[in-house]
């Protein structure tokens, strides 16, 4: 049975685009992108769509109806930020109350349907989806390749939300996401290395090397910041998105399939896995607990804390068992730092280690969609906010007493002086051509 494209509901912000018709759309085949700009699979196909929109131009009309989960998702201006950061440049529609999607029968992020020239839906999709299978569909309609643009890069001096920041003994490395690249600066924001990565995240050093994770090629690579050096590490990983080294231990957060693996540094052999893969918040042993797009991980007095950035909370791997600290569930989010404490997608934490300054005991939380850095005491179960009017931080690390943020959106590294409660946005310079 067919049935007809239904109409979008009328008063909606769009952006890109001024708003558009089903029904003048007729003759043109029409590609549905359903998604939410926090959810790692919605991004992932969000770049199949971008890739297919590149591809077919003016024969496909491509439209991204945005139905947020996160009360920040739901924004105009953070969606705005999104449409930059990820380089959407097709028409998109803000569905924040989900009209269109309730129309169109959606039921779960990302979700991809083609109307086709008659006006008819002609496919329905839920999940991320294989590029080559969509070129071979769209083909078998009768739709041309156009060439396509080129992505060459010319190297801009500038932060282009930054996703990630490490302080070394010796330098401070940021994750220029946007951008394909990390910077290496010292302490006064002299920049005198620049390392091409793609959509670099996560980072750690160790003996002269620094291991990096490439969320869209799915790698974990080396640099050696002497030689020069670069090696893939490991690979054929879903977005990973960040990375902690501990003796001979390499664990890395796997955001798009929900799991923490940890690997022999030496061997590269899988020692341990948690999360079964499904999207969740579970705890338990490693076969059985569920995590939900683990976003951020610490270490501290040998028990490895993440944040889950799609159930919004705070947990821990302990003896072999994840526990929750803080969260309830895929839908359970907020602002609260008393009664039930409550977190919406963070996705950036780091130690405060007993002796290295201020905050020792402490667990510092990039609070993403709050806009905020709060600070956890795991002895008491309390949260106490630091730093308000961010604009999504991502990515924290600590050094001394000063906490060093990647505030994305912002396009800046913010640090923040807990011996003095006062904060400063880092001015970077460059000594290299």
């Known amino acids: 049975m067919t049935v007809r494209a239904p109409a979008f509901k009328e008063g909606l912000t769009w952006l890109n685009s001024a708003p558009l018709l089903i029904s003048e759309l007729r003759g043109r085949y029409i590609l549905l992108d359903f998604f939410t700009f926090g959810c790692i699979n919605c991004l992932n196909n969000l770049q199949t769509v971008r890739s297919l929109h590149a591809r077919f131009g003016k024969d496909l009309c491509v439209i991204g109806i945005h139905i947020g989960k996160f009360e920040h998702e739901k924004e105009i201006d953070a969606l705005q930020d999104a449409l930059r950061r990820y380089g959407i440049e097709f028409a998109v529609v803000n569905d924040p109350e989900h009209h269109i999607a309730d129309a169109y029968a959606v039921k779960g992020w990302p979700t991809t349907i083609l109307v086709d020239n008659r006006g008819y839906i002609a496919h329905h999709a839920s999940g991320e989806q294989k590029l080559t299978e969509w070129v071979g569909r769209l083909s078998s309609c009768g739709l041309q390749a ?10 801009e001096k500038e932060l282009a939300y930054p996703q990630k920041v490490l302080t070394a003994p010796n330098f401070l490395a940021v994750s220029n996401t946007r951008n394909n690249e990390v910077w290496l600066s010292d302490y006064d924001g002299r920049v005198f290395d620049v390392i091409e990565a793609d959509n670099p995240m996560g980072m750690s050093f160790k003996e002269g090397k620094l291991y990096i994770c490439e969320s869209h090629t799915g790698r974990i690579i080396s640099y050696d910041t002497k030689s020069k050096a670069k090696h893939i590490i490991l690979e054929g990983l879903r977005n990973p998105f960040d990375i902690v080294l501990a003796g001979n231990k390499l664990t890395v957060a796997i955001a798009g399939s929900h799991r923490i693996n940890s690997y022999s540094l030496d061997s590269l052999l899988l020692l341990d896995s948690y999360g079964n893969g499904f999207e969740a918040l579970r705890d338990g042993k490693a076969d059985e607990c569920q995590l939900a797009q683990p976003a951020g991980m610490a270490l501290m007095d040998e028990t490895l804390y993440f944040v889950d950035a799609e159930s919004s909370s705070l947990r821990k791997i302990e003896g072999n068992t994840v526990t929750t600290l803080i969260g309830e569930g895929l839908f359970t989010y907020g602002d609260s730092d008393s009664g039930e404490i409550l977190l919406q997608h963070p996705q950036g934490v780091c130690p405060g280690i007993i002796g290295d300054g201020c905050g020792g ?10 806009n905020k850095i709060k600070a956890y005491f795991p002895d008491d179960n309390s949260m106490r906010t630091l730093l308000s009017d961010l604009n999504e931080p991502s990515g924290i690390s600590k050094k001394g007493c000063e906490l060093y943020i ?28």
């Open 146 to 155: 156009v060439s396509e643009k080129s992505n060459q890069r010319v190297r």
């Open 361 to 370: 005991g402490r667990l510092f939380i990039a609070d993403t969609f709050n």
């Open 406 to 433: 990647a505030n994305s959106n912002a396009h800046e590294i913010v640090v923040f002086d807990l011996s003095k409660m006062e904060s400063r946005v880092m001015e970077f310079s460059f000594t290299i051509l």
